[in-house]
């Protein structure tokens, strides 16, 4: 079982009351009010010989959208993001074609990963696409925004770290994983308790009963139903087998946000 430590104090993001059945939770989302953005609906694409990206291989561009409006980025800069790639009203999509188009994008991928680029640059068909690459998806996100250090990703984050960020930074977490046999990525929005302590904050220790999720892909697990994948709930439990790790169930992979209003420029 994962283990998790958080600090028994009130948290910044605000607590909701909520009845599923006949049971109460106290709900903590920092994406409340706001609905997913589906890679669905997406009509970018890009071809080179038999490779070939579209709506099917793009949910981590719509994670890191999703991401970038939720920790209040995407409106401090939305003039400056708007103007790029009018030809794309939405933010995933001109995300998409900055960073698997763009020559700052195929020169930094081409120098961190060399044969993975070469494979790429040729066009194979099971080459894997720069949005593919969560170092490449981080650092050309940083690229895109212009403001620095918006969004950063590491392979060790701890349970811990991501409900501090959720109930007390405020901001969403990028999380990749296995959802039935499907590789995939999904943004972490929020928790469910079934208990806090003397109703304010969760005790030292205590794992939330679900994490709450914004899957770009559709309602997860159940993706053949044409669902909404806003604001889905998953049993913790579930979390712990089925978000990537490197050998660790206590550390996961995770992208990670800055919130506008800390970042100083």
Partial sequence: MGKIETLATMPKTPVQQIMVGDKKYYVYNVSLGLDNYSQ??????FTKNNFKINWASLCNVHMMGMGLIYSGVYNRFRLEIDSKYPEYPRLPDKLAKF???SPESQAYYKKRFPPMFNE???GLKDAYGPNEIHNILSFMTNKFVDAGTVTY????????DLIYDLLYNCTPVGVSGNFSGLNHIVLAVGVAYSYLEDNTAPGANQVPDFFIIDDPFGKTYEYSKGLSGNDVWIPFEKCVADFKSLDNPNFKFAHRFIRAEHLGV
């Fill in 153 to 160: 990703f590491s392979t060790n984050v701890g349970w811990k």
């Fill in 120 to 122: 790429f640059d040729k």
């Fill in 40 to 45: 669905r609906k997406s009509p970018y694409l």
């Fill in 99 to 101: 960073i698997i188009e």
